[in-house]
Structure formats: structure tokens, C-alpha cells
């Protein structure tokens, strides 16, 4: 894979794809999303920060193609191709009777291609996870934080031009969370990838995006955008240092904005 040499900055970067004036309603009357409109650049780093039940992981599934909007529309620029999505969820979903090489073998198996075929681009995914030395191990052998880059390889190995990452660390403790979030964008780093993430925490959204999309609920909407303005490479220096506090405020603002807007409460 060759990958641009530099992701251009904000403003600068050619089109995705649209998602535009998009509704979805479920059994007529749970309306999910409500005229969401987002345009995702290619290189963006986009979380989407919102309250449980505001919609994040229904326009995650609307992206994919796995749903469809009741009305409005999602356009990929060039049009979708296989191969051009990669999903991460919250847990890592791997075949507990396969080993690490098959599991992320599966987007490729789920395609016609053998193993043999297709091995260097496995090889290739899990080395960008620093797994390359378990390709033989099982899932039951691996640690959580272990467990979640095999789902990362698995979504890598495609080489898609969009990931899609559903909450894919809540469930971790602090530090493997940390350390996933500099990984993900030493990651993003290499391979100039375009990221969608859905967060609840304004903490990794700041951390790791340059663009928040807050969203509110009731309906499920684009509430506001937050821009980060601050370079990659993130390290920790940044995660300690005044300018990233004063950009989680920001995001803290929108975000108590957008659940404002029901008067819902949320604790600090
Ligand atoms: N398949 C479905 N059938 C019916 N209602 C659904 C379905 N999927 C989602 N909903 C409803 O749509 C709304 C948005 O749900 P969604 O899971 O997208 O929110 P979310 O922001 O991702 O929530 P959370 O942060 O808790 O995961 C909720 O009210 C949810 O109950």
C-alpha cells in the first residue's frame, strides 16, 4: 500500500463522501436521525461525541450500506467499491476457534480469496498492529488490548478507504485505552487513513480527532462541530498540557450545549 505523503490540512482535503438531509426512523416512529448532514474529507480524524440514544451508531451503520435512510442520501465519491470500509466495534467479535492470521484473514475469505492469496496483505495488517509475532495465536491467549488490534488488522486488511470505529475502546481499562488511542494515531499517521469514531468521552474525542461532530438527541442530529486545532504527531506531552485542556472545555461546552437543548442533565 502507498499512502499520500501528508494528510493536507482542514479545508484542503478532497471529498469522501456526503451524507445529506439523511432521516432514519425505526417502526415508524422512532426517529433515530433526524436531517443529518456531514461531509467527511479524505484524512479526516471525525468523532462523533453525543448522549446515549442520539445516533451515533445508527449513521455509523447508515455509512456502512449495512442499513439504509429512510430519506436522503449517502454518496462516496467515485462511488463505494468492496473493500473500501473497514468497521471496528466495541467488542473485537473475533472467532474464538480461529487463530489471529484467520480472523483477519476473514473480509478477504468472505470474498472468495484463500489464505495463501492474500497472506502478505495479512502479514502486512498485523505487523501495522505490532502483532506480527501472533499470526499462529489464538484469541484466547491474547489480552483485551490484544484482542482489539486483531479487529483493527482484520479492519485494515482490506486497505479501505474509510475505517469505522464504533466505541472500540469503552471497554478498557484507562492505561490500554491510552495507549490504543497514541497507537490508532501513530496508525492514522502512517497509512493517512480517514477515520470516523464514535466516543462518549470528550477526553479521547480531543485526544485523538481533528474535527468533533457533537451530536443531540430526540432527534438524533448534528448539534454543532468543534474543530482541534492542534498538530499530529500527539503524544502524551500534549494529553498533559494546558492547550488540550482548553480544547476539551471547548468540546465540554458543545456537548452540555447539544443535551441542553432537551434539558438533559449529564455529570461533569
Ligand atoms: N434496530 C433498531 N430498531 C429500533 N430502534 C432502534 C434500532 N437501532 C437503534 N434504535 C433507536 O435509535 C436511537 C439511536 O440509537 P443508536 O444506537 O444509534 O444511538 P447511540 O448514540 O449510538 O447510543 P449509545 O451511545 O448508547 O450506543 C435510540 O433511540 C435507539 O433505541
Known sequence: MTPPLTIPPLGQRDRLLDM??????FNGDVVA??????????GDFISLLGPSGCGKSTALRLISG??????????????MRKGDLGVVFQEPTLMPWATVE???WLPHRLRGKSLSDVRDEITWALKMVGLEKFQRSYPRELSGGMKMRVSIARALVTEPRLILMDE??????EITRHKLNNDLLE???KLKCTVIFVTHS????????DRIVVMAARPGRVSSEVTVEAPYPRTEAFRTSAHYADLCRRASEALHGAMNQHGERISA
Request: hydrophobic fraction near 45%; charge should be negative.
Open 20 to 25: 445529506s438531509h439523511v432521516d432514519k426512523v
Open 33 to 42: 436521525l433526524k436531517d443529518m448532514t456531514l461531509t467527511v474529507n479524505q
Open 66 to 79: 449495512l442499513m439504509r435512510p429512510t430519506s436522503g442520501q449517502i454518496l462516496w465519491e467515485g462511488g
Open 102 to 104: 484467520q480472523n483477519v
Open 168 to 173: 472500540p475502546f469503552a471497554a478498557l481499562d
Open 187 to 189: 496508525l492514522r499517521d
Open 202 to 209: 470528550v477526553f479521547e474525542s480531543v485526544f485523538l480527532s
